[in-house]
């Protein structure tokens, strides 16, 4: 045994060898594949690979006409700001798309995948070969001056309206007569401020009585409606037969309502534009253009919402303290009847950082409908599902706003931070997540309704019983809850 000991050594020591050789073959041979598939997979070119990504998610803004500051259509213009594009794709700063990916998916979804972006930088490391002209698709065809194509009806404000270019934040309706001699259902509308600037937003009304372009008074009528029926609010959520009619903010693209459903306007109506303004420094005049897209018949199905909290937060008592990282008010809603969820919005001023709600269905499964993880004060998206979202009676509804007025907050506008409350002015702080339905059965509308604006009322009364010095003005909300329901019962028989 001991004289065979050297045989065992020699042995071990030529398999060692071996391996040692096999190793470096096969690490040679997996580079060499590697060094050979990255060589066999060409660059990705312009026209091939970057022109279809630019014209299905930059163009619609990224072209002469639009809000954009230079257009991305072609390789020159694109391949000009390769690097720009690249940053801001990455960072995921463009294209503007805030709602975080959840399992019911958006409607028109902007945010790129992680392979496009990989792809737009690829490009750009590969010195932005332009490629093979055979390769590049079609431009895609813009109507000009609109987003959504010619429009059936164009209206525009009678008189341009200044701005000064210092002060506090302005809010002013505007009436527009439409002309209309014949009942219509609206399916869009695309709002064209000429003064972009200074237009924070707008929310639609139609004035069915079309007194208003008559009323010297209804200009100076007040944000919070303190005169009667100053701000047409027929359906509290913003619905089909309401007075609604949408509306726009700033970094909005105009989305159509899903085929089916239209907003209800009578003949002789008017368009009531309720316009924030927002000084910026510089005196602007305004003079906004609206495009109206009729629908072809009237729809077979109402819709309404539900906001949490209502009124924008104005009864859920937000006070932020200085330098509060997540300051958040919560509100939840229980749906009395079975509904069809077709889209979901949120809305904030600066400081606003999260936005959530959630559905809780009867079985106890939890779905996301809306999740921001980082809200954009100037990109305020309406966001619409691919498909109806059923949520069945009983589901609960949780809306969550979380606000940052941290100095960690880049678009905090005041350093040192300060204490912040409910208003209406830019620099004050509101906020709430809102979602649009119809109820599966057409005869659950008033029944959908009611439970809202009970649900509005419960809110309003908790709040005036913490604060007396909220009594008059929750009595205000409710008189107006109540002319709107009186009126909505007059416009059901009409």
């Known amino acids: 045994m001991h004289l065979r000991q050297p045989n065992r050594l020699k042995f071990a020591a030529t398999a060692a060898a071996l391996l040692t050789l096999c190793a470096?073959?096969?690490?040679?041979?997996?580079?060499?594949?590697?060094?050979t598939e990255a060589e066999a997979k060409p660059a990705p070119t312009f026209n091939r690979d970057i022109a279809p990504i630019m014209f299905a998610q930059c163009a619609s803004c990224h072209r002469p006409g639009e809000a954009a500051p230079f257009s991305l259509l072609t390789y020159k213009q694109v391949s000009k700001r390769a690097d720009l594009v690249a940053a801001v794709t990455d960072s995921r700063f463009m294209?503007?798309?805030?709602?975080?990916?959840?399992?019911?998916?958006?409607?028109?979804?902007?945010?790129?995948?992680?392979?496009?972006?990989?792809?737009?930088?690829?490009?750009?490391?590969?010195?932005?070969?332009?490629?093979?002209?055979?390769?590049?698709?079609?431009?895609?065809?813009?109507?000009?001056?609109?987003?959504?194509?010619?429009?059936?009806?164009?209206?525009?404000?009678?008189?341009?309206?200044?701005?000064?270019?210092?002060?506090?934040?302005?809010?002013?309706?505007?009436?527009?007569?439409?002309?209309?001699?014949?009942?219509?259902?609206?399916?869009?509308?695309?709002?064209?401020?000429?003064?972009?600037?200074?237009?924070?937003?707008?929310?639609?009304?139609?004035?069915?009585?079309?007194?208003?372009?008559?009323?010297?008074?209804?200009?100076?009528?007040?944000?919070?409606?303190?005169?009667?029926?100053?701000?047409?609010?027929?359906?509290?959520?913003?619905?089909?037969?309401?007075?609604?009619?949408g509306g726009w903010a700033v970094g909005a693209t105009p989305l159509p309502l899903p085929a089916g459903l239209a907003y209800r306007v009578p003949a002789g109506s008017s368009l009531i534009l309720s316009t924030h303004f927002h000084p910026s420094g510089v005196a602007e005049r305004e003079r906004s253009v609206v495009g109206i897209y009729f629908a072809?018949?009237?729809?077979?199905?109402?819709?309404?919402?539900?906001?949490?909290?209502?009124?924008?937060?104005?009864?859920?008592?937000?006070?932020?303290?200085?330098?509060?990282?997540?300051?958040?008010?919560?509100?939840?809603?229980?749906?009395?009847?079975?509904?069809?969820?077709?889209?979901?919005?949120?809305?904030?001023?600066?400081?606003?950082?999260?936005?959530?709600?959630?559905?809780?269905?009867?079985?106890?499964?939890?779905?996301?409908?809306?999740?921001?993880?980082?809200?954009?004060f100037n990109?305020?998206?309406?966001?619409?599902?691919?498909?109806?979202?059923?949520?069945?009676?009983?589901?609960?509804?949780?809306?969550?706003?979380?606000?940052?007025?941290?100095?960690?907050?880049?678009?905090?506008?005041?350093n040192p931070p300060v204490r912040v409350k409910w208003g209406r002015e830019s620099l004050d702080e509101m906020g709430s997540v809102s979602l649009r339905m119809m109820p599966v059965n057409e005869d659950d509308l008033e029944t959908l309704q009611n439970a809202y604006r009970d649900h509005v009322r419960a809110v309003a009364k908790q709040r005036m019983s913490q604060r007396t010095g909220w009594r008059q003005r929750v009595k205000r909300w409710a008189a107006l809850a109540a002319a709107a329901e009186t009126r909505q019962a007059r416009q059901a028989t009409e």
């Open 95 to 245: 294209p503007p798309w805030h709602a975080e990916p959840i399992e019911t998916p958006f409607h028109g979804e902007r945010r790129l995948t992680d392979e496009q972006i990989a792809t737009i930088q690829a490009w750009v490391d590969a010195d932005m070969p332009e490629g093979d002209p055979a390769d590049l698709p079609a431009t895609p065809e813009f109507t000009p001056g609109w987003q959504l194509g010619k429009p059936d009806l164009i209206v525009e404000m009678t008189d341009e309206f200044e701005v000064p270019a210092d002060g506090p934040d302005i809010y002013h309706n505007f009436a527009i007569p439409l002309g209309i001699t014949e009942d219509k259902w609206v399916r869009a509308i695309e709002f064209r401020p000429s003064a972009r600037t200074v237009v924070h937003h707008s929310l639609f009304y139609c004035d069915a009585s079309g007194q208003a372009v008559k009323n010297p008074k209804f200009a100076r009528q007040s944000f919070d409606g303190d005169e009667e029926d100053s701000r047409g609010q027929g359906d509290l959520g913003g619905g089909s037969n309401g007075r609604s009619l």
């Open 379 to 414: 990109w305020q998206e309406q966001y619409q599902y691919a498909e109806f979202v059923r949520l069945p009676k009983g589901t609960r509804l949780d809306g969550r706003v979380t606000w940052d007025n941290s100095t960690d907050n880049i678009r905090n506008p005041t």
């Open 24 to 35: 470096i073959a096969i690490s040679t041979t997996t580079a060499w594949s590697t060094e």
């Open 296 to 376: 072809d018949k009237k729809p077979e199905r109402s819709f309404t919402g539900v906001q949490l909290p209502p009124l924008f937060g104005a009864i859920a008592g937000v006070d932020i303290p200085a330098g509060e990282k997540r300051y958040t008010k919560t509100d939840s809603f229980t749906l009395p009847v079975d509904v069809d969820a077709f889209g979901v919005n949120s809305h904030a001023h600066y400081l606003g950082k999260e936005m959530e709600l959630t559905a809780t269905l009867p079985d106890g499964k939890q779905i996301d409908l809306l999740r921001i993880n980082d809200f954009d």
